[in-house]
């Protein structure tokens, strides 16, 4: 079994920064792992912001956060990173961090593609 567990959300101005972890427990199989932070804002629908594979430096990244916000994994500690700088308002959400183990050419940007998933922690970006 597989457990998730993200850290590092909290309230901040408008463009601060933080830094969301995501620790992975259970399965340390590192072949064909993705990892990926989705978030859901006030009543929207969750969405994609970046997914990285365990292995190999290819990342992948919504084009609204692409060049602000940096995903990155430390092998030791078993740990995704978000890395999220000049944020916005509107990257207000709950963040969760999710895996799945398969041989993808492309890190998946639907949630139904990934089978597991943390709990969430919540971003304020006041203006």
């Known amino acids: 079994q597989v457990r998730l567990v993200e850290s590092g959300g909290g309230l901040v101005q408008a463009g601060g920064s933080l830094r969301l972890s995501c620790a992975a427990f259970g399965r340390t199989t590192t072949t064909s792992r993705v990892m990926a932070w989705f978030r859901q804002g006030p009543g929207k629908e969750r969405e994609f912001v970046a997914a990285l594979k365990w292995s190999s430096p290819y990342t992948r990244y919504q084009d609204s956060v692409q060049g602000r916000f940096t995903i990155s994994r430390d092998y030791a500690k078993n740990t995704m990173y978000l890395q999220m700088s000049s944020l916005k308002p509107e990257d207000t959400a709950v963040y969760y961090c999710?895996?799945?183990?398969?041989?993808?050419?492309?890190?998946?940007?639907?949630?139904?593609?990934?089978?597991?998933w943390g709990q969430g922690t919540q971003v304020t970006v006041s203006s």
């Open positions: 999710a895996a799945v183990w398969k041989t993808l050419t492309d890190a998946p940007t639907e949630r139904s593609e990934y089978s597991y």
